[in-house]
């Protein structure tokens, strides 16, 4: 870490980490995404359906995330992977502010350097945005806003649930296949499924596509805070700000409440 004026200790391997994390999430879940549903794809004579592609979409999805979260990178920084998930940290009050930022500024950078290959997809990546979350046609913008918050609601009270009870979290990384393979068919033709402000910055940033881009913001963040408040009596069982928890997580923590006693 290095320290700057003020005494913070910058946590430099945690952010490379979320960055990297990020990059991976967005690089290799908007490419599934292209692949897809993209213009010339043939997945769309292979799986005729939508909603069947949509499940596996939001599957393949959620399992790039949770290899991720069980990574090295995973290990380092606790695969947030998402300023939502981070907001929902600091809200429980396992992160600092000044940490909570520079997570979520880490996200963002990650979600540009995950998007910018997107770009050897050419057509077929542009015919959907390169992936991009976007409002549905004929829904309203609160109808989108609500669909941003509720999905993300289920994410982190679905997170709460799993890292606040010890048997179920080393189960946490499998709850993203099958809730985004859930979500996604219920949720995307209304605003795309995005859950994660990150994950819709990085295409709207490459295609210029920003239709509607407050909402993936304001959404998440509405959802979160309703999640945690819903779910603060599990928040005070959760110990470390990670998706998934090591081993050597819990070597540390019970090594710190005997230096405490």
Known sequence: MTQNPNGWEIPWRLLVSEMVGTALLLLGGLSIVIFMFGAGSPMERLVPSVVVRQCITGFLFGCVGASI????????????????VTLAF???????????????????AGAIAGTVPLLVWGSMGRSVAFGAALPGAGYTTATVFMGEAMTTFTLIAGLCVFIGFRRLRPFTPLLMP???AA????????SGTSTNPARAFGPELVSGRWDGWWIYWAGPIAGT?????????????????KIY??????????????RSA
């Open 69 to 84: 979260a069980v990574s090295a990178v995973g290990k380092e920084s606790g695969a947030h992977i998402n300023p939502a």
């Open 90 to 108: 600091w809200l429980m009050q396992k992160l600092d502010g000044r940490t909570a930022l520079a997570y979520v500024l880490a996200q963002l």
């Open 178 to 180: 099958f809730l985004y």
């Open 183 to 190: 979500m996604v068919p219920l949720e995307a033709a209304v």
């Open 225 to 241: 805070a309703v999640a945690i408040l819903v779910c603060s009596a599990l928040a005070k069982r959760i110990e470390v700000a």
């Open 245 to 258: 928890h090591f081993e050597s997580d819990r070597r540390r923590l019970l090594h710190d409440v005997a």
